[in-house]
C-alpha cells in the first residue's frame, strides 16, 4: 500500500547535476528513515544514500561522499537527492525506498520493504 515515486532522472554530461525527488503516501513519512539506492545492469542493488526521519543523521556510500546530498521535506512528504560532479560509473536506476520498521537507518538493502520504481539516471557524452 505504501507508495514511493521517483522523478527527476535523465540523461546528463559528466560532471553535470541531477536533482531526484521521491514523493511518499501511505505512511507517516516522519517516522521512517529514507534511502536512497542503484543498480546498473549486470550489478547487485547498491547503497547510495540514507537519512534519518527528522533528517539529523546521513550516510553515504564512499562512491558518492562529497557528491550526493540526501534530504527530506517532512512538511510535503518528499525525499531528495542532489547529485553533484557526475560520473559514467553513475549511471544506474536509482530507487526511493523506505524500511519495514520506523525509527530506524539502515544502509542495507535487506532493512528496505518499500521500494519506488526507479528512475534512470544515465551519465554521458
Known amino acids: 500500500q505504501v507508495q514511493l515515486v521517483e522523478s527527476g532522472g535523465g540523461l546528463v554530461q559528466p560532471g553535470g547535476s541531477l536533482r531526484l525527488s521521491c514523493v511518499a503516501s501511505?505512511?507517516?513519512?516522519?517516522?521512517?528513515?529514507m534511502g536512497w539506492f542503484r543498480q546498473a545492469p549486470g550489478k547487485e542493488r547498491e547503497f547510495v544514500a540514507s537519512i534519518s526521519w527528522i533528517g539529523g543523521v546521513t550516510y553515504y556510500a564512499d562512491s558518492v561522499k562529497d557528491r550526493f546530498i540526501i534530504s527530506r521535506d517532512n512538511a510535503k512528504n518528499t525525499l531528495h537527492l542532489q547529485m553533484n560532479s557526475l560520473k559514467f560509473e553513475d549511471t544506474a536506476v536509482y530507487y526511493c525506498?523506505?524500511?519495514?520498521?520506523?525509527?530506524?537507518?539502515?544502509?542495507?538493502?535487506?532493512?528496505?520493504?518499500?521500494w519506488g520504481q526507479g528512475t534512470q539516471v544515465t551519465v554521458s557524452s
Open positions: 501511505r505512511l507517516t513519512f516522519s517516522n521512517y528513515g
Open positions: 525506498a523506505a524500511p519495514g520498521a520506523e525509527y530506524h537507518v539502515s544502509d542495507s538493502v535487506r532493512d528496505y520493504e518499500h
